[in-house]
């Protein structure tokens, strides 16, 4: 029975016996703050070189040589063939507690507050040129891109790790082709769930499902990436799509982008240097944050208007939510480069009261290791990747084949999430998100408006 509300595991379930609406409501609690500092603190410092430049026309001299400084840390990281940079969670299980309670949801957890806190998120980016001639630096395409060909310019890594520096999910991209590594037994241990019935599950798994159990032991999987969009390509052309160019962007509609972004950030960005802190260079950037994303808004909607391919679907209105305060990101820069960049979600949360805070962190590493490739990795084909992900789906209970009865949803701790529509799925396909692999995402539990949020730009 559930310790929480006296419900009976599934059959089939995995790990103790707990609701699905408390695993539910624990990993939406983790999720929901992951968006949040994603969303939160990575744009505002990535987009900080813009901003110096914005600045770069007038102010004070002061804040012309705050900005400047910025704008050349961040012409380093364009020079150089590697980066690499750590998004995590600096807030205590105390604060993330009290912060979701400030943001009037349901209050988080001691679990889930354990659970996200000290996660991290690690990308390391290498190439044998300048990262600024990479294609993804060179170029930005436009989210209905039909062009699906591989780019084998740059090597790719992504790691998430828990506060113990356990690694929990490893991503690689190398010349074209993909390396997946998962602890599921600490991603079950994390959540709240036994992982030793993860065995059970992998040792019942039929032979053809080998890829599928060798990801449930954690050994490397590896699948090609062009061979993947080549099936989406495929599939694209069952349904009669007309096959069609990438669409170019207008060069005007970027001028006018920018300089209306300047235009905005000369009325209300600032920046000020803040002398030393720990032997870096401390800047703080601030706007008031009701003011920028109102003026931001009346720049951007008629451009919009005029260039409707570029901007995609414009929200009909400025977001409410912000608040009528001065919301800022603290910046380190070390010998001229960027180091790290501190922000407090707090500021964007018009409940938060004083005391309430929500610290995550940004810190970067120029001299990143090259990303390489992993020895030993099994190979898997387009079919084999669909089948495993399909299998994970429904908890190890029968293959790809079998029906949505037993086990479903259960190695996870997720719930059922209303199938996607003809319309959802076209409307995902246009933003870069094939049919197999939005069907996947819904299968695991994800509506169409959670998967809808990862794909966006």
């Known amino acids: 029975m559930c ?12 790990g103790p016996v707990v609701c699905d609406r408390a695993l539910s409501h624990r990993s939406r609690t983790i999720n929901t703050a992951l968006r949040k500092a994603t969303r939160g603190a990575l744009p505002v410092a990535v987009t900080a070189s813009v901003l110096a430049a914005g600045l770069a026309a007038c102010g004070t001299a002061e804040q012309l040589s705050a900005a400047q400084k910025v704008s050349k840390a961040f012409d380093k990281v364009r020079d150089g063939k590697s980066a690499g ?6 807030a205590t299980p105390e604060q993330i507690i009290a912060f979701s309670k400030a943001g009037g949801d349901k209050p988080a957890d001691e679990k889930s507050a354990q659970a996200l806190s000290g996660l991290s998120l690690s990308v390391a980016i290498s190439a044998d040129k300048p990262l600024k001639e990479l294609d993804a630096f060179k170029s930005a395409k436009s989210a ?5 060909t591989v780019d084998k310019s740059a090597r790719v890594s992504y790691v998430l790790s828990d506060k113990k520096g356990t690694q929990l999910f490893e991503y690689r991209q190398v010349d074209g082709k993909a390396y997946l590594h998962a602890d599921l037994k600490s991603v079950l241990k994390l959540t709240g ?6 065995d059970t599950v992998a040792k019942d798994l039929p032979a053809e499902l080998s890829g599928a159990k060798d990801v449930l032991n954690g050994k490397w999987v590896s699948f090609d990436l062009q061979a993947l969009a080549d099936e989406a390509k495929k599939s694209d052309g069952a349904k009669g799509a007309a096959p069609s160019t990438v669409p170019s962007a207008d060069p005007e509609a970027a001028k006018q982008f920018l300089e209306s972004l300047k235009d905005v950030f000369n009325r209300t960005v600032t920046f000020e240097d803040k002398g030393k802190k720990d032997g870096a260079e401390h800047i703080w950037v601030n706007a008031p944050g009701r003011q920028l994303v109102d003026e931001l808004y009346k720049t951007l909607k008629p451009l919009s208007e005029k260039f409707p391919k570029e901007f995609g679907k414009f929200p009909a209105e400025a ?3 912000v608040p009528d305060t001065k919301v800022g990101v603290d910046l380190y820069l070390k010998d001229g480069a960027f180091s790290s960049a501190t922000f407090d979600l707090a500021q964007l949360e018009k409940k938060a009261g004083p005391g309430v805070n929500f610290p995550v962190k940004l810190a970067f590493n120029q001299s990143a290791p090259n990303v390489q490739a992993p020895d030993g990795a099994t190979k898997m084909t387009t079919e084999d990747l669909m089948n495993t992900v399909f299998t994970l789906a429904s908890g190890g209970a029968g293959g790809p084949g079998a029906g949505a009865g037993a086990g479903a949803g259960d190695l996870g701790g997720t719930t059922d999430a209303a199938p996607l529509t003809d319309a959802q ?6 933003l870069g ?25």
């Open 3 to 14: 310790m929480h509300c006296g419900a009976s595991r599934h059959r089939g379930g995995i």
């Open 85 to 90: 940079f750590t998004l995590s969670v600096d």
């Open 144 to 148: 209905d891109k039909k062009d699906l």
């Open 193 to 198: 769930q036994d992982p030793a019935e993860l």
């Open 319 to 321: 977001p409410k939510d």
């Open 425 to 430: 799925l076209k409307e995902l396909a246009g």
């Open 433 to 457: 998100v094939p049919e197999t692999q939005a069907k996947a995402f819904n299968k695991i539990g994800m509506s169409f408006e959670d998967i809808k949020s990862i794909a966006k730009p």
